[in-house]
């Protein structure tokens, strides 16, 4: 079964993704901050890491930058938030994030989309 | 001794009379009632001069020619009376007429009294001197005198009524008093020309006539009679030594030379040792007694004009709060000089009008002034204050004129002036006492209308420079909430983000299929999930949105309101929370139960607290940091500590952090304003601010208020 990690202290968002994607053949785990969000990725080793860019703690960047260490495979989708868009989002890509999301996330299905995308070319 | 006595009082008279008219003259000659008055009592002067002249005459030769020009005076007397009377009512131009008739009437006299039809002189031993021997004549010459005064005396009466209980009236009161008595006296002159010698018409009734110059004086001294006031108190010291030296004199000298000579048969000039003695050691005593008269007689009721300056400087023209200041100054006004109403007209720029400020009595509260009208007009072409009862009818226009004094319950309009600009005008009613508005209060009143313009300006200009500040204030709010614009976004988008993905995940999966074969229960449940998490953020979102929106509104006029400081702590923290725990900066929070209530304007508290807990965040420089609040009571007194463990502020830059347009952030990142606003708004807040740093240590904000309870004893 293919995981998913979401790390985002928004608690309400983890549990979203967990009700939108675990009917559809996915295990979802979540994550409030950083180092669980790494430990998670350490025991599980999830295909897909869904991370929140602005965190309490660690950032997410920071937190993407360490998983890619660890694991180089995940693919990691960032949510960032809206300002300084262009910019936070070229630093991401650089940093080496699958893509990237403009918090709130506008359709569900597009993110799936990009999921899906993201699996396809894992395989590769 | 009769003789005497006769001849000094007339003599004194004459010296009296002489110089009323020479004092009227000179304080007003170019006044047409003024003028008219001199004349009058010039002829009231040469008539008693004459008749002294005429009483010591030693033939008879000598006694008909004083006692003829005497009589030009006499015969001139009733026309220049009404003449003056009838100009002192403003009735002179109705009764042109009479007033002619009667002169020509008086030169016809005058032609005559120079033959034996009008008068000759015959010596009469019970007198002992010259006494006028009437002629044919000479009873219509007094028949016209008689009239004269009847018909002015009417007049008189006339006006007493249709003046009643103004200035005006308490004027004419003493003119008719003072005629009645002063002519009753004179016409007794006339019947010794009858052999009538009827004690105490002879020799008292001519001393009425300087009774008459007496109660003159004290009008002109208390209600401004012929619009004179004067500081009379060495004037009438003088005079009453005068009359001292005189009488002792004449009397004492006359008295006894005819005791040594005739009694003792010493040398007559003996007579004068007495004299000399008297006068030496009464006059010092005198004098004091005079003055202390004169200060208790005619000054009683005068006001304390320094400690009215005083009590208005320190309590009125120090208040800067435009809105109170009229209101203080009218109140002040009626408080201290025991008014009965007092109003402040201030000019309204925008509207060009003067509109009322503040109003104590005033017939009609809203009343207001067009730069045209009569009033306004006449302030700002003479700059002088206008009194209703003695310039009001001198003016063009006094119907609305007067009109405009009844709306405003006014008895004197003082101009405000600033920079020959009349800025304000201020109208005071009647002293209850009664008493009327002197040429001293009017002076006082006016220096006390200039400050008052210059502290009309002052808090125009204190009332303009805090809108600036307040403008200054919105600016740097604008700016600060383009800075939370993240936080805010966070708050914002995240509970509608969330609202829309379960909408959307409900559709989907019905799309999907993945709600197939569920039971009408197990759907219900589902759909209320969503319903139940869609009021839940929207909630969340629609709470961030009235906190912001709270916060940029510009605030209006100050409503002080208590102020539990620990909640709007957290009503701040609402704002700026999340963005500060994103940063890593942990809040602490420690006030303790009883903490002080105080009194204050909530939007205001608010807005300092969010300055200075956001700078605290932004001291950390993206660095985990912590942020301490606080809060004890000193004294009573609120203390706030909003304590941070940033970076800082340099001991060479702490002097200036309150300074306007001081920052040391980045260019566009602040204004500058922050602190300066910060300070400006606690001390409007009866409160104060006190700043501690260490460069890489942190920096505490102190923040001191009295307690509400204080605050409420305090005023």
């Known amino acids: ?124 | 001794m009769d003789k005497h006595f006769y001849a000094i009082t007339s003599g004194i008279t004459a010296i009296a009379t002489l110089g009323l008219a020479y004092f009227v003259f000179l304080k007003g000659r170019l006044n047409k009632i003024n003028r008219h008055y001199s004349i009058w009592t010039l002829c009231v002067c040469l008539w008693s001069l004459f008749l002294t002249l005429s009483i010591y005459a030693k033939s008879e030769e000598f006694a008909l020619w004083f006692c003829r020009i005497l009589h030009i005076f006499a015969i001139m007397l009733p026309a220049v009376y009404v003449d003056f009377v009838l100009h002192f009512l403003r009735r002179e131009e109705r009764e042109r007429k009479l007033i002619s008739i009667l002169y020509v009437l008086s030169g016809i006299f005058v032609l005559f009294s120079f033959t034996p039809m009008f008068l000759t002189v015959s010596y009469r031993p019970e007198f002992g001197f010259y006494v006028t021997k009437p002629g044919i004549f000479y009873p219509i010459h007094i028949v016209v005198f008689v009239s004269c005064i009847l018909y002015i005396y009417i007049r008189l009466i006339l006006s007493l009524v249709e003046f009643r209980d103004t200035e005006r009236s308490k004027q004419l009161w003493y003119f008719f008093i003072a005629t009645v008595v002063g002519y009753s006296g004179g016409l007794a002159n006339y019947l010794i020309n009858y052999n009538f010698k009827i004690f105490p018409l002879y020799p008292l009734g001519n001393a009425t006539v300087l009774l008459y110059v007496v109660i003159i004086g004290v009008s002109i001294v208390r209600h401004q009679f012929m619009d004179i006031e004067v500081v009379i108190r060495r004037t009438a010291v003088f005079a009453g030594l005068f009359a001292f030296v005189y009488g002792t004199f004449t009397v004492v000298t006359i008295l006894g030379q005819e005791f040594f000579k005739s009694t003792l048969g010493w040398n007559q000039w003996v007579a004068t040792i007495p004299t000399v003695l008297i006068i030496t050691f009464a006059l010092r005593p005198l004098e004091i007694f005079l003055t202390n008269a004169t200060e208790k007689f005619l000054f009683q009721k005068k006001y304390d004009y320094r400690e009215l300056l005083k009590t208005f400087t320190n309590e009125v023209l120090t208040v800067l709060d435009l809105q109170k200041l009229p209101d203080q100054t009218v109140s002040g006004l009626i408080r201290i000089m025991k008014l009965e109403s007092a109003s402040l007209l201030l000019y309204d720029k925008d509207n060009k009008i003067y509109k009322m400020a503040a109003t104590v009595g005033a017939k009609e509260k809203d009343i207001s002034f067009k730069d045209d009208d009569t009033l306004v007009r006449y302030l700002k072409a003479s700059q002088q204050a206008i009194l209703k009862d003695k310039s009001v009818d001198k003016i063009e226009g006094d119907g609305v004129l007067k009109d405009s004094f009844k709306k405003l319950n006014a008895q004197l309009c003082l101009p405000v002036p600033l920079h020959d600009e009349l800025i304000g005008i201020l109208c005071l009613g009647m002293k209850k006492s009664g008493e009327d508005y002197t040429q001293e209060d009017v002076d006082i009143l006016t220096t006390l209308a200039r400050t008052e313009a210059i502290a009309i300006s002052n808090a125009k200009l204190f009332d303009e420079l805090s809108k600036t500040q307040a403008e200054a204030a919105q600016r740097e709010k604008m700016a600060v909430i383009g800075t939370l614009a993240a936080g805010i976004n966070h708050e914002i988008c995240n509970p509608l983000g969330i609202v829309r993905g379960h909408c959307e995940m409900f559709l989907l999966n019905l799309r999907d299929g993945l709600y197939h074969g569920k039971s009408v229960e197990e759907m219900s449940k589902i759909a209320s999930d969503i319903m139940n998490k869609v009021i839940k953020e929207t909630d969340r979102a629609t709470g961030i949105t009235k906190k912001l929106s709270g916060f940029a509104k510009p605030s209006k006029r100050s409503e002080l309101e208590e102020i539990y400081i620990e909640k709007e702590v957290d009503e701040v923290l609402g704002l700026i929370g999340h963005d500060m725990s994103v940063n890593n900066i942990e809040v602490q929070k420690d006030f303790p139960e009883n903490f002080p209530v105080i009194t204050a304007d909530k939007k205001q508290i608010q807005e300092v607290l969010f300055n200075i807990i956001r700078n605290a965040a932004q001291a950390m420089d993206k660095k985990p940091g912590r942020i301490v609040l606080s809060g004890f009571s000193e004294n009573g007194s609120a203390v706030i500590r909003i304590a941070d463990n940033g970076s800082g502020i340099p001991a060479d830059k702490i002097g200036q952090i309150f300074n306007p347009f001081y920052t040391t952030k980045a260019p566009g990142k602040g204004t500058g304003l922050g602190l300066f606003i910060v300070k400006q708004v606690v001390e409007k807040n009866k409160g104060s601010i006190a700043v501690e740093s260490e460069a890489g240590v942190g920096t505490t904000f102190t923040l001191r208020f009295p307690n509400a309870a204080e605050l409420a004893a305090a005023a």
């Open chain 1, 1 to 124: 079964m293919i995981k998913i990690l979401t790390i985002d202290d928004e608690i309400e968002f983890t549990n979203l993704i967990d009700s939108y994607f675990s009917p559809r053949g996915y295990q979802v785990l979540s994550a409030y901050e950083g180092e669980t969000g790494l430990a998670i990725v350490k025991k599980e080793k999830p295909e897909i890491c869904l991370i929140d860019l602005k965190m309490p703690g660690k950032h997410g960047d920071e937190v993407m930058s360490e998983i890619l260490k660890l694991e180089p495979k995940t693919k990691c989708i960032m949510i960032t938030a809206s300002e300084g868009e262009g910019k936070s989002r070229n630093h991401m890509m650089r940093l080496g994030a699958y893509t990237c999301f403009d918090k709130p996330i506008t359709s569900l299905r597009t993110l799936e989309q990009s999921i899906k995308e993201a699996l396809a070319d894992g395989k590769r």
